[in-house]
């Protein structure tokens, strides 16, 4: 967790966390400058910082999709689908399909936070050790296959929540860029606020991914 981050909502310690060590002073002037070039690789594999991406793939527009999701967002939407069947006839989510799953979207988180300005080192492709940690506990089994088969339904409040974050993080984002260029600092109030729509935005696609079954707290903590 940030130091310093504000309780803008309180909520119950999630299962789902996402842990940045901060990063405010001293950060790296060029590579800030050319962040999203950069980035571009895990852009195409993973997506990048757009509150709500897995909508990406349950609905129509799939060119949409491989942009936010990335390449291998696709994979990890299809592989859901499959296990969303399994959990509704057996009860049982198949491990390896988690595993993936679990997989792209730790390495997704990383490379947001990367492409968010968050940290200045560069990313992992795939596992290995970074200064941004997400953690997602498996779900007990068998699964709740009520909230399984209404879970994009059931996501809607917070697919709408985090569009409106997500377009407010944007802005920030632009703001902590030039910040960083002219200071080398990022606004410690902003620092706090992405971090916190990061988390926000991982338990709502871990809950969307199937991953886990508890309902996302709505919280930026």
Excluded: C
């Excluded at 990406?56 to 994979?75: C, D, I, K, Y």
């Excluded at 007990?140 to 879970?151: K, N, Q, Y």
């Excluded at 988390?199 to 886990?212: F, G, I, K, P």
Aim: glycine share 8%; proline share 7%.
């Amino acid at each position: 967790m940030s130091a310093g981050v504000s309780p803008f909502l309180s909520a119950s310690t999630p299962r789902v966390r996402v842990d940045v060590q901060p990063a405010l002073d001293r950060r790296n002037r060029l590579t800030t400058a050319f962040r999203l070039l950069l980035a571009l690789p895990h852009l195409v594999l993973v997506g990048g910082p757009i509150a709500g991406a897995v909508a990406w793939n349950w609905g129509p527009s799939r060119n949409q999709g491989v942009m936010e999701g990335g390449a291998f967002g696709v994979l990890a939407a299809v592989v859901t689908m499959v296990a969303w069947f399994a959990i509704l006839f057996t009860g049982e989510h198949p491990k390896g399909l988690w595993d993936l799953v679990a997989y792209y979207l730790r390495w997704r988180v990383r490379a947001i936070a990367y492409t968010a300005l968050l940290r200045d080192e560069y990313p992992p492709f795939g596992e290995g050790q970074y200064a941004v940690t997400v953690e997602i506990p498996q779900p007990e089994m068998p699964r709740d296959r009520l909230t399984v088969a209404f879970r994009l339904v059931l996501s809607i409040p917070h697919l709408i929540i985090i569009w409106a974050l997500g377009l407010a993080w944007g802005l920030t984002t632009v703001v902590a860029w030039f910040a960083i260029l002219l200071t080398g600092r990022y606004p410690a109030a902003l620092y706090d606020f992405a971090v916190g729509v990061l988390r926000w935005t991982t338990r709502v696609e871990a809950y969307l991914l199937l991953l886990d079954d508890d309902y996302p707290p709505f919280s930026l903590l």
